[in-house]
């Protein structure tokens, strides 16, 4: 892998044969294409290393740990009795069920068909009132009525991976009510200038972050195996808010000392020196 390349919750670890690592220009179809080949391919990589971390039925935010108990940013965890909630990008649907286990009504959507058999996995014995149903969908093409959700999250689910953003906030903003709340956590763009490495030599800038050229790996045949896309945190406010939102908070969890695990190139010594996850906490007019 390139080492100054970021890649989100350490994605870009596959073992495919003659894969090579490059920055090119890649559409909506072929990034969703080559995700949903690399989660079906890595699913089972990605729970096994960082499934104890998740937990079965935690709602966590990135690797940093900030979990929604803690940070109510979907708001206060009294008022999710009820709530219709769509998560998405929701890989084994831990979120979801932290969910249903407070009373909401989540549904899981996810690209990856492997992904969700792992939330299959989890779910095999869980209480029923912890059931969570599962949409296997692209995030840019929901396939739910206008207005059918209260809420709408994500913990690094599609966003990052997605050539174009911006549809994915109109969907999302279709399928809430008026007042929902879109709440997404995706890598801190000022992570995209640095080296992806855990030590030191992750603390040099080494490529502009202005360059928004996705990271792709690519087979043989030059097709694209694994996608993700650059934005600056400037272009993430004006997705949000082309896509019809209302920023009402923008937050950069801090890496506490309890948390001594590495992800990938997100570790406790870059994360006291620069931030690792951004979450948006956006509202629907
Ligand atoms: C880094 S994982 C995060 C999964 C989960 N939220 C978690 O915290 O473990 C990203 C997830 O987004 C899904 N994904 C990627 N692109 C997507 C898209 N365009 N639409 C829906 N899901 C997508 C992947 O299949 C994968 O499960």
């Known amino acids: 892998m390139d080492d100054v390349l970021a890649a989100a919750w350490d994605c870009a670890d596959g073992d495919e044969d003659d894969v090579t690592a490059t920055r090119r ?15 079906d391919r890595n ?13 079965d039925d ?19 965890v009294a008022g999710l009795r009820g709530r219709r909630v769509l998560e998405i990008g929701a890989g084994a649907a831990q979120c979801s069920r932290w969910l249903a286990a407070r009373g909401a009504r989540p549904v899981a959507l996810d690209l990856s068909h492997r992904q969700l058999q792992h939330a299959l996995r989890l779910a095999d014995g869980a209480s029923p009132a912890a059931s969570v149903p599962l949409v296997q969908a692209e995030a840019g093409l929901l396939p739910f009525a206008d207005g059918s959700f209260d809420l709408a999250c994500s913990a ?19 399928v809430l009510r008026p007042g ?11 992570r995209w200038a640095f080296p992806d490495e855990p030590g030191p030599e992750g603390l040099s800038v080494a490529a502009s972050y202005f360059d928004r050229t996705p990271y792709v790996e690519q087979d043989a045949a ?4 694994y996608v993700e896309h ?29 948390n001594t695990q590495e992800w990938g190139g997100w570790s406790p010594l870059r994360g006291q020196l620069i931030p690792g996850t951004a979450i948006f906490v956006c509202e629907r007019d």
């Open 25 to 39: 220009r890649a559409g909506d179809d072929e990034s969703n294409r080559a995700s949903r080949g690399w989660w």
């Open 222 to 225: 030059g097709h694209a195996v």
């Open 230 to 258: 650059h934005r600056t945190l400037g272009d993430r406010v004006r997705d949000v808010v082309s896509g019809g939102f209302r920023l009402v908070d923008l937050v950069e969890p801090e890496w506490p000392h309890w």
């Open 58 to 76: 935690r709602f966590v935010w990135g690797p940093e740990g900030l979990d929604e108990e803690e940070a109510g940013l979907l708001g206060p």
């Open 156 to 174: 690094y689910g599609a966003v990052p991976f997605v050539a174009d953003p911006v549809r994915v906030m109109r969907e999302v903003r279709r």
């Open 180 to 190: 929902g709340r879109w709440v997404f956590s995706v890598t801190h763009p000022i």
């Open 43 to 55: 699913a089972d990589e990605y729970q096994d290393e960082h499934g104890a971390f998740l937990g």
